[in-house]
């Protein structure tokens, strides 16, 4: 069992920055590959980024290319997603996922889920 609890939700206004974390439990952290989903009010669940060993690409949606960066340090067994410029439409509860690969995004393949954090972007 993985349990992942994410934090570092906020309100921000337009064009400013969050961090947000995932701390997950467990020894088998470093095996899995890390995936940030977001969903905003009346919207199907949808990925934004995805993080795997080291020395795999991270993958990123088309709209969040060249603003967040995903990263993890497998030695606290934690996986950030750093937003930059962020906009309105990026309002949304931010979900930490934890699945078996990198190239397997959907948010059916997932295997442990965190409960989520609200971000709040104030045009």
């Known amino acids: 069992q993985v349990q992942l609890v994410e934090s570092g939700g906020g309100l921000v206004q337009a064009g400013g920055s969050l961090r947000l974390s995932c701390v997950a439990s467990g020894r088998t952290f470093s095996s899995y590959a890390m995936d940030w989903f977001r969903q905003a009010p009346g919207k199907e669940r949808e990925f934004v980024a995805a993080i795997g060993r080291p020395g795999q690409i991270p993958y990123y949606a088309d709209f969040v290319k060249g603003r967040f960066t995903i990263s993890r340090v497998n030695a606290k067994n934690t996986v950030y997603l750093q937003m930059n410029n962020l906009k309105p439409d990026d309002t949304a509860v931010y979900y930490c996922?934890?699945?078996?690969?990198?190239?397997?995004?959907?948010?059916?393949?997932?295997?442990?889920w965190g409960k989520g954090t609200l971000v709040t972007v104030s045009s």
């Open positions: 996922a934890a699945g078996s690969s990198i190239y397997i995004r959907s948010k059916a393949a997932m295997d442990y």
